[in-house]
């Protein structure tokens, strides 16, 4: 018990938020015996398997680290505890890298904190020890660290006894990872366009309820959602006969073909920001539904759809400065498809259960959409002899790395990178909402854990609700958010402060450019960088104390991102300097490149 106690009492110093009653009331686990070796050090065996070398675990250790973890490293991931030598290792030899530890089983942490002293590890700040954690919880803490070189370490032993756990989270990490890279990808290919748009919006914003309005508005009644996918052709038959039985939440792309088969929404939901994206309404009918809408959604869409709108939270600094002033919209979920933001809308307005249509994250039988969409209908306008309709269709299905998945009916359904993290989001959500029952209409669609396959024939017997749902929409579409005159008096304020600050911050930005070139020029001849240092410090500390930094520093996340990934060692410091050119540069541009949008649209206020 002597180092139990110690361990703990070092575990519990740097982890505040562990209980030490909890420890104590959890037996160490039986199935697990620790031995000692000829080296002295213990080792351990689970159901008579060694955990680690039955001579010397600490070498065996070394001879892991050196071969399986590369010198460029940016953060390990250990899957079991097991005796705590892997990393202890681990943190002799890479005392700079964080690490982290993740053990689903209390009992067998227990068994390693009474076995050997580990309080160089416990107290180490640059070791995460994640406990009993879910998987889905413990790939998001992932988003505090350095990703460019995730190495995972396995102990096989414990693998195999936590198998499902562990291949869960081999699950969630993978898909934790690519949802990062798209979303890397995203803000670098669409980050001005939301800047424009939100400009061009702000009368919008002004006007808008928030969603937060409609909470639990809904909640006795089933909400049938309509996707685009291309099964929805199949389906819309039956969808009919569904209508005046749920809350009706069409996606932008699908919107088109609801109407023209007879389907009249009572939501649609849009949130992209771009232009070609507005063209799936172009020949729709702008009246009975209610928009659900993201404030950086193309404009054009407000413009062609003079329906009321409801807006969820803005997922950008700007947006978020400007809601500072006007009043917070609610929380609306993006996983990077309208389709996410459909579901979550769902939930918000408590439908008791959500049904999907038309939800693929693949393309079966090859289709990228349904028959009749927009994309579908572009495909053959753009052809020409020697690219037909098909060239742009192979192009579109396998530009983004093509593999298969299962289908609901239990065929192969072709799927890609993109539809793969849309659905790690839907299996994500349904886990952190439980209570959430989801029905899938969608045979040949995929196969989405916790979203079961239903024939819509199992959901005729619910009732006609769609007068009651009638009445509860009329009156939202009467709901005005307050004083419009005002709010736009508030933004036009807000508007003048922000301008004032980012031009304070393309002041900074400038000096640092100049002074970043001083100190390069100064090394360069082997002159005293002193001076220019502190003026460097300077201009950090001004830049760090103005409010509105973030809305600033949202268009150089991509370079920030670059930055982290990047490892600085002695061989290349001299990219220290580079990117610190780099980052004055960018906070230039992106200064003037908001402030030219920003007076623009205050000249409209």
Same mark, same amino acid.
């Given at each position: 018990m002597i180092w139990l106690d110690r361990n703990l009492q070092a575990l519990l110093a740097h982890n505040r938020g562990l209980k030490k009653e909890l420890f104590y009331t959890i037996a160490g686990n039986p199935h697990i015996k620790i031995v000692q070796t000829t080296s002295g050090l213990p080792t351990a065996l689970y159901n008579d398997k060694y955990i680690h070398s039955r001579r010397n675990p600490y070498k065996e250790a070394e001879d892991i680290i050196s071969t399986q973890v590369p010198s460029q490293v940016s953060v390990c991931i250990f899957y079991g505890m097991g005796l705590g030598y892997l990393p202890e290792v681990f943190r002799a030899h890479y005392p700079e890298v964080d690490c982290l530890v993740i053990e689903p089983d209390l009992s067998v942490f227990i068994k390693a904190l009474a076995s050997r002293d580990l309080q160089s590890i416990l107290s180490d700040r640059n070791v995460t020890f994640l406990l009993g954690t879910e998987p889905e919880h413990a790939a998001a803490v992932l988003e505090h660290y350095s990703l460019s070189c995730v190495q995972i370490?396995?102990?096989?032993?414990?693998?195999? &006894?936590? *198998?499902?756990?562990?291949?869960?989270?081999?699950?969630?990490?993978?898909?934790?990872?690519?949802k990062r890279e798209i979303n890397k990808n995203t803000l670098r290919r669409f980050g001005k366009l939301w800047i424009r748009n939100l400009c061009a919006n702000i009368r919008t914003i002004a006007g808008a309820p928030g969603i937060d309005r409609m909470a639990r508005g809904f909640e006795d009644f089933p909400a049938l959602i309509i996707a685009a996918g291309p099964s929805l052709n199949g389906l819309l038959p039956a969808l009919k006969q569904l209508v005046p039985k749920t809350v009706v939440i069409a996606v932008d792309t699908s919107l088109a073909v609801c109407q023209e088969n007879g389907i009249?929404?009572?939501?649609?939901?849009?949130?992209?920001?771009? /232009?070609?994206?507005? *063209? $799936?309404?172009?020949?729709?009918?702008?009246?009975?539904?209610?928009?659900?809408? =993201?404030?950086?959604?193309?404009?054009?869409?407000?413009? &062609?759809? *003079?329906?009321?709108?409801?807006?969820?939270?803005?997922?950008?600094?700007?947006?978020?400065?400007?809601?500072?002033?006007?009043?917070?919209?609610?929380?609306?979920?993006?996983?990077?498809?309208?389709a996410t933001s459909a579901w979550d809308f769902a939930r918000i307005i408590g439908a008791n259960t959500i049904i999907l249509a038309g939800l693929d994250l693949g393309y079966p039988h090859k289709q990228? $959409?349904?028959?009749?969409?927009?994309?579908?209908?572009?495909? $053959?306008?753009?052809?020409?002899?020697? *690219?037909?309709?098909?060239?742009? !269709?192979?192009?579109?299905? /396998?530009?983004?790395?093509?593999?298969?998945?299962?289908?609901?009916?239990?065929?192969?359904?072709?799927?890609?990178?993109?539809?793969?993290?849309? &659905?790690?989001?839907? =299996?994500?959500?349904?886990?952190? $909402?439980p209570h959430v029952r989801c029905k899938n209409l969608s045979a040949q669609g995929a196969r989405i854990q916790g979203i079961p396959y239903c024939d819509y024939r199992e959901l005729l017997h619910l009732k006609n609700v769609k007068e009651r749902i009638r009445k509860k929409s009329e009156s939202l579409k009467t709901e005005k958010t307050g004083a419009v005159t005002l709010n736009l008096k508030k933004l036009s304020g807000a508007l003048s402060d922000l301008i004032h600050e980012l031009s304070l911050l393309q002041t900074l930005a400038r000096e640092g450019m100049e002074a970043t070139d001083n100190v390069t020029e100064h090394m360069k001849n082997n002159h005293d960088t002193t001076n220019d240092i502190r003026t460097l410090d300077r201009i950090d500390k &001004?830049?760090? !104390?103005?409010?509105?930094?973030?809305?600033?520093?949202?268009?150089?996340?991509?370079?920030?991102?670059?930055?982290?990934?990047?490892?600085?060692?002695?061989?290349?410091?001299?990219?220290?300097?580079?990117?610190?050119?780099?980052?004055?540069?960018?906070?230039?541009?992106?200064?003037s490149y908001q402030l030219e949008l920003l007076k623009k649209t205050l000249g409209t206020l």
């Open positions: 370490i396995k102990l096989r032993s414990l693998f195999e &006894k936590d *198998r499902d756990y562990y291949q869960r989270l081999d699950y969630n990490i993978e898909y934790f990872l690519k009249d929404p009572d939501f649609v939901v849009v949130a992209d920001p771009q /232009y070609w994206n507005t *063209r $799936h309404l172009d020949y729709v009918c702008p009246d009975g539904f209610i928009l659900i809408s =993201e404030s950086a959604t193309n404009p054009r869409v407000f413009r &062609k759809l *003079r329906a009321p709108v409801f807006m969820g939270s803005s997922l950008f600094p700007l947006g978020r400065y400007l809601e500072s002033v006007i009043g917070v919209k609610g929380k609306l979920g993006a996983g990077g498809s309208v990228t $959409h349904y028959r009749g969409s927009y994309f579908e209908n572009r495909f $053959h306008t753009i052809c020409s002899r020697w *690219r037909p309709a098909e060239y742009h !269709s192979f192009r579109y299905l /396998y530009g983004a790395g093509t593999f298969t998945i299962a289908a609901n009916n239990g065929d192969i359904l072709l799927s890609d990178q993109r539809m793969a993290v849309y &659905k790690y989001w839907f =299996e994500t959500q349904i886990k952190l $909402h &001004k830049l760090l !104390s103005v409010a509105s930094r973030s809305v600033v520093g949202f268009l150089i996340q991509p370079l920030i991102n670059e930055i982290t990934d990047t490892q600085f060692t002695t061989e290349n410091k001299d990219l220290v300097l580079v990117y610190s050119r780099k980052i004055y540069t960018d906070l230039f541009n992106s200064c």
